[in-house]
């Protein structure tokens, strides 16, 4: 399985993007994690298969939405009320079976990555 995140990039505190995280092929859970320079990889949303089970990082809840699209094999963050301390690396990664979890070494497949950096 490959994943190729996008739609990172720069905004004003207050302001909104849109993560979203392509697969190559079939994907069972997805989960986004970030990473701060010098901070270990955070846990940041999680989706099962079917959208029915959905996981979020204190953090974040009640900002960021996870969801995804199984018949274009994608999964979006929608990041509303971004915060200076949302700045990171976005990660977008699937697990290598059906196992629905928040720990980053549960996920085997990565994606490159996509900067968002949130101005104050």
């Known amino acids: 399985v490959q994943l190729q995140a996008s739609g990172g990039g720069l905004v004003q505190a207050g302001g909104s993007l849109r993560l979203s995280c392509a697969a190559s092929?079939?994907?069972?859970?997805m989960g986004w994690f970030r990473q701060a320079p010098g901070k270990e990889r955070d846990f940041v949303a999680a989706?099962?298969?079917?959208?029915?089970?959905?996981s979020y990082a204190d953090s974040v809840k009640g900002r960021f939405t996870i969801s995804r699209d199984n018949a274009e094999n994608t999964v979006y963050l929608q990041m509303n009320s971004l915060k200076p301390e949302d700045t990171a690396v976005y990660y977008c990664a699937a697990p290598r079976s059906s196992l629905f979890s928040t720990a980053a070494d549960e996920y085997v497949f990565w994606g490159q990555g996509t900067q968002v950096t949130v101005s104050s």
């Open positions: 989706i099962s298969s079917s959208g029915g089970k959905i």
């Open positions: 092929g079939r994907t069972f859970s």
